[in-house]
């Protein structure tokens, strides 16, 4: 017996309140303060007020709400003493199920985990449509949480307890998040197309023009022309492009990519193919043109994970394609343009040429892309607007310093090429961190045949420094390899330092990126602004149009290039949403 | 026509400074200002004062100094303009007979030298007697010295420049260092002897009862007879032990290692064999005893190589000698009872339990050995009196934090491992220095699977912590293992540690430290104290009797367990008497 918004707005506080029963576990004060809220935009706005009320009733508050829950498969289980919420839930994923030896090790960990953080572990099991997580999925989720800081584990436990309140207030009002849930179930359908040695284990790979590959293109087109675009083709680099015509000729292009790296996640690239075939499936479904063509492109190539041909796809839309890149072999040793031949694609320059696109026919491009990272996820929010798209430097460095014996060299007259190092690693981290939006990284970091009783003589490091800003990323990079130097000459070592990249930012148009943040104001969520850390196909747009960027918040932190990436139907809806408003304010803003 | 100490402190002083000519290069007046300090007790004394000029006349004129020097190999040697005492010296290095191609290396490294440092490259290229460094080792030198920081080369050169000046001073006194030199040429024969795989290479490297070994001790055994002991011996585990009577029955214990590292030095251990040989010698020659018996013992193992048995040689005289040991196997799958037997040593525990020394027939134990370490060279002293051998604990850690995208995850939200790793290395070293003689040191530092994309989820480390008492070496690991704790807590990570060595600190015995003092002091040389960071075998018979170490200066910034390893023979000689002088103390002290 589904509720409706307008029903709570306009109930009673204690009529309200019995509207929103059973949602928080145990925890009903919760639904009580956040009415004082009302009237409720969306439900997005009711979840992110009782998520709010969570966030300021300080920690004694929060553990309460912890300890309210079961445990994971545990005595209250046995003994059916669920809530009907969580017995449906535990159910739903399997839990009920558990073989002895799966019982066993969730019994261990439940009480590892108690003794550690002294609340229950818990972990919102039940996805979309009635998919979720698997048994083994999530006692390796367990697992590795068990090693989290409390603090860092107590805010994960609430950020699933809002998870389950956003399933069972789906539940309670009877809305499914339709929009989202079938985006969810085509990425699912998608993630069966997987690379040869990997599809075996169940893990998703899809790298450029394998046969894999091509069935995703195909299944992509298909999506395509089912929701119906007027015109879909793969083009000379094997991109899906799908056009939805409008009543004028310009055209607003948006997409991302369909390659993944190896074992990679279901949504990195392909989430921003998907949420604007359902903006077409609903404009056909009710027979709208807007003032402008809408062009979609599944990108072939992003991650140049097979050849180092990084952005293949966008770039061929703005004629950087390499030459040189159709004679670059694989690691099986086929050519480029043997690949493009095996696909059927006519692997000519010419007709890879001619893909690249007249600024002038073009609005502007827009991207939809999971975040890659922890931020709207710690944040509890489910969109970002990006900033830019950040600009990046790297370096192979190398302090020298002198090896000698570690007993009998006194600590003021050694030239420690590691602590030397250190020292800069302290440095990086201020300094980035000093910008509030860089960062700097020490990815690698090796003493070369190091021996517990010598001090070190050399240090291997690597610098990634990055910022939303070119100048910005280059004062950065200026003040490190200052530092570097000023380290060096006060220690007595040398560093030798090689750039191995350079990228230039991105800054997102600003009244591209304020259609964005309308769009996502107009959904009754806060508005968030955030730098892209990572490189996007919307930099290779940039170079010839404006651009402007959507992240949706990946769960389990935000973790991507891996199988735990994920994110929910829910948050894929409200990207649709975005993305629907969005092209409406650009058809209020477009002569036809 | 040699002059002598009392000519020149009774002549006037230009008299006095006419006699001192030639010795610094184009630069008389060095000697000139040291005449300012006679009388001189000693060439030592002399040599310490003109080298004082020189450090106190500041960095301008040192830099003059050095300029005034020719090139090595350079244009002044082909034009024959060098001074007459240069060109004997260049001349006995066979610089002027280098082929082409190293006289063209040497060409470019003198060329790449003045320009990095703006004065020429000055090494002491003469040995005692004739010897010297190859042309091989002096251009080995010459390119590891050009990436020395400048000042720290500015030193190294003025050191070499006073070492050219010692052996001027001996040649313009006509006396030589003879039991010095003698000690130098006796372990340049000693040298001849080693491990197969490394003889044919030029490489030192004598392990325990290899042929080598056995050689080398048969060799010892001779130089002692030689010198004139009365009983010479090699013992159940191979030590040469040879005893010189006393008109008493009690003894003083010396000696110290012949075996060594793989690809050694010729003095670490073997110095303490010979110095003491030299002193019987002396003893010998002249008919006289001390009233106490002098046992002199060349161990036979100290460096734990072929079989994890460190101190096996020491230790025996303790009884501590570990029956597993008989079955450990070396790589050739050769066990230690084996090797003793191929050895012609009885191989059986009894025979080695007779070994045990009773600590009531010694007056104690002393031990004479080459520094390794970089303390009295960067000082420009030839002697320092040890005041303890440190006590260390060793630790393998591995800090855990969580890997994550380099670009997407702001500096606020990382649970870096390795930046975790790198504070810890600045306050391990802040910490130890702050001691003043404590070390501390990260030598294995490693980010396992690190990219520079990639933030370190994991730093693998080890910590080396070391201090001349055990309190002082326990608060040392206290505060490092609590900081390390305090990083974690902070920064959201986790550290392990797990402990692979521990051994206690042995400091000297007051009194027997302080008949070391007295000696170097008699000697005209200035009083260094310090503590030994390196293990010894005085450590072992620390556990039975009072204890006292002497060091002797190394070259090359004391480089050890290296063939560039060095002393010299000037050195030796202040060793020798040192040990005389404290053997006559000693037999002041002891009643007949």
Redesign the interface.
Known sequence: MAITLDQLNAASADEAAQLLDGLYEHSPWIAREALAQRPFRSLAHLKQAMAAVVAQAGVEKQLALLRAHPELAGKAMVANSLTAESTHEQGKAGLADCTPQEFATIQQLNADYNARFGFPFILAVRGPRGTGLSRAAIIETFARRL???V??EREECLRNVHRVVELRVNDKFGVAPAEGEQVWDQLERLAQHSDPGFAEKGQLTVTYLTDAHRAAARQIEQDMRGAGFDEVAVDAVGNVVGLYRGTGDRRLLTGSHYDTVRNGGKYDGRLGIYVPIACVRALAAQGRRLPFGLEVVGFAEEEGQRYKATFLGSGALIGGFDPAWLDQKDADGTSMREAMQHAGLPATLEAIRALRRDPAAYLGFVEVHI?????LH?MDLPLGVVTSI?G?V?Y?CEV?G?A??????????R??A??A???L??FV?QR??RDG???????????PG???????GR?QF?L?L?APSDPQRDALVADVLAQLQAICDRR???ASTEQ?MRAAAAPSHPQWQARWERAVQALGVPLHRMP????HDAMKLHEVMPQAMLFVRGQN?????NPLESTTADDIDLAVRALRHLLDQLASDTPA
Request: charged residues 20%; aromatic residues 0%; glycine residues 14%.
């Open positions: 090693a989290n800081p603090e860092a975040e890659q990272g922890p931020v710690e950040n990046g790297r192979l020298t002198m000698s014996h570690a007993g009998t060299t006194p600590m003021g007259r030239r420690d590691a602590v190092v250190a020292e690693a302290l981290e980035a961190a939006d860089s960062v700097g990284t020490i990815g690698i970091l090796n003493v190091g021996s517990t009783n010598v001090v070190p240090c690597t990634d990055r007595g070592v040398r191995t892209s850390g990572a490189g932190a935000g973790i991507s290039h």
